[in-house]
């Protein structure tokens, strides 16, 4: 069980993989030289897994923004060095929803939103500040707005501009468009992310096989 040690603290599982012969599969995180460094592993033997494994890995790097960790095979990280954790472990479970080709690149930043009646747009402003905007002749846009402003907030810990809360930005000052691609549906109806998160800190109680000794 020495390799157990070896892959970090388990921060999010995805347990019963409906696109792969039901295998867990987990997100753990590696702190090297101050630096945060993510892992996708499973314990399964299926065959498949390896290759599930890789596409989850790709499309968590795709979805979440993250790069190849230097000196480190195998560990992903943001550019900018941070955890993200909150948002990563959500990206985690949304790519994980999918079977291996429905795993595309980044999400856009534009979407139709029902409740405003209109397309909803994030707005990268450099050092990672983001304005979410909508068309000025769409009645409810500057409600929605600021909802969706204050989901980013929720979803990826983000601090909300107190003069202006239609914008948001991480705290590390450095882009994340594709975290804010991937999570801008979820922002729309954080609502409903709220309710998977009580899933989720339910089943995180649940060690996966062979993983109980992770802390
Ligand atoms: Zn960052």
Do not use: W
């Not at 295998?23 to 590696?30: K, T």
């Not at 790097?61 to 948002?87: S, T």
Request: contains cysteine.
């Amino acid at each position: 069980m020495g390799q157990t040690r070896d892959l970090g603290r388990r921060i999010e599982l995805h347990s019963m993989d409906p696109h792969c012969h039901d295998i867990s599969l987990g997100l753990y995180r590696q702190i090297h030289d101050g630096r945060s460094g993510y892992l996708v592993h499973s314990y399964s033997a299926a065959e498949a897994a390896e290759g599930r494994l890789s596409a989850i890995r790709d499309g968590l790097a795709a979805h979440a923004g993250l790069v190849p960790m230097e000196g480190q095979p195998g560990l992903l990280e943001f550019p900018c060095g941070e955890d993200h954790e909150k948002a990563l472990r959500r990206t985690f479970l949304e790519v994980c929803k999918r079977a291996d080709e429905e795993i595309d690149g980044p999400l856009p930043l534009i979407r139709h939103d029902k409740k405003a009646e209109c397309e909803l747009t994030v707005n990268s402003e450099g050092n990672g500040q983001y304005r979410i905007t909508a068309p000025e002749s769409a009645e409810k846009g500057p409600r929605r707005v600021r909802a969706v402003a204050r989901g980013f907030v929720k979803l990826c810990e983000m601090e909300i501009d107190e003069s202006d809360e239609s914008v948001v930005k991480f705290s590390c000052h450095v882009d994340h468009d594709s975290l804010m691609g991937s999570l801008f549906f979820r922002a729309q109806n954080v609502r409903s992310a709220m309710q998977e998160d009580e899933l989720s800190a339910g089943r995180g109680v649940l060690a996966a096989p062979g993983s109980q000794d992770d802390s």
